[in-house]
């Protein structure tokens, strides 16, 4: 999977990462940018163990936090 997903289905919940939003049937998130970058991380990487680093790297652009 790529960041180029308009959607991703996760329950009842709807996440449009280029609209920043996540979104159900009651309830709709505007989500901040970096927030939005961490959710998109996981949910590109299901099942898996990730790595700080891996996460740092996507999110965080390698910079120092």
Do not use: C
Not at 1 to 8: I, L, R
Not at 48 to 64: D, H, N, P
Request: charged share 20%; hydrophobic share 50%; aromatic share 12%.
């Amino acid at each position: 999977m790529s960041e180029a997903v308009n959607s991703w289905t996760l329950k009842d919940w709807t996440v449009y990462p280029k609209l920043q939003l996540v979104q159900n049937h009651q309830s709709e998130f505007v989500m901040k940018p970096r927030l939005m970058k961490l959710l998109v991380f996981f949910l590109m990487h299901p099942n898996e163990v990730v790595t700080k680093e891996a996460i740092l790297e996507y999110v965080w652009e390698g910079r120092i936090v």
